[in-house]
């Protein structure tokens, strides 16, 4: 079988609006310099592996067992987050931690899923149950449906679901993994703060500095002068 290693290093931040950017690395494996690192391990038969890793002064040696897993066992819509170490915490609270091999939906629940849900549990408990798992603004209910109301802004279901709380997140879970037969459950405060920072604990993906050009949000794009 094609076992091949790829790796490529992130430059440092040096400045306080420098970027963490990308770059191959010829140097071999044993002799890495002390950066932050992507290591893309490829095998016939299973998914492409992504694992970041981290050398520095104090933990100059990473030794990891990287499990690859199939396609089947990941699943469309969801990536695989290899068991290793992450920084989480800041301060005096800063500390490493192991984690376990996860796999992590690719993007946040969204309004059609939830609603979907609802539907579920309006037939299996009554439209009142369902009532009382709806989002805390912006939804209406009406024929057994639930849906976004158009004057609470975009009613596009395909957008994240917001203003649920920790409770029906869990029963959410719950039922999804019920539906599925698989043990979905909500990821803990660290597992989604290693999931965010990376093995270096980055304040955003892109490095320590907020920038709106590397988001999706209000400012992300230049508006053409008038």
């Not at 071999?28 to 970041?52: D, H, I, K, Q």
């Not at 009554?126 to 609470?152: D, H, I, L, T």
Request: hydrophobic share 40%.
């Amino acid at each position: 079988r094609d076992r091949r290693l790829y790796l490529g290093s992130l430059d440092g931040e040096e400045a306080e609006d420098r970027r963490l950017v990308a770059r191959p690395t010829a140097d071999s494996p044993a002799n890495l310099p002390a950066g932050s690192y992507l290591a893309v391990f490829r095998l016939e038969g299973r998914r492409e592996t992504r694992f970041p890793f981290l050398i520095s002064r104090r933990n100059p040696v990473v030794r990891a067992v990287v499990r690859m897993a199939t396609e089947a066992e990941i699943g469309s819509g969801f990536v695989h987050m290899p068991a290793g170490r992450f920084v989480i915490g800041e301060g005096a609270a800063r500390e490493l931690v192991e984690l376990p091999d996860l796999v992590v939906a690719r993007h946040e629940l969204t309004r059609g899923e939830y609603a979907e849900w609802l539907a579920a549990l309006a037939e299996a408990e009554g439209a009142a149950a369902a009532k009382k798992r709806m989002p805390r603004k912006g939804w209406s209910s009406s024929g057994g449906r639930f849906v976004p109301e158009p004057a609470s802004g975009d009613p596009d279901l395909r957008i994240p679901v917001t203003e649920v709380d920790w409770r029906d997140a869990k029963a959410y879970c719950e039922w999804r993994a019920k539906r599925d037969g698989l043990p979905w459950r909500l990821p803990t405060s660290g597992e989604r703060e290693a999931m965010a920072r990376g093995a270096d604990a980055r304040v955003y993906p892109w490095g320590n500095s907020f920038d709106w050009l590397w988001t999706n949000g209000g400012r992300s794009r230049v508006e053409p002068a008038l």
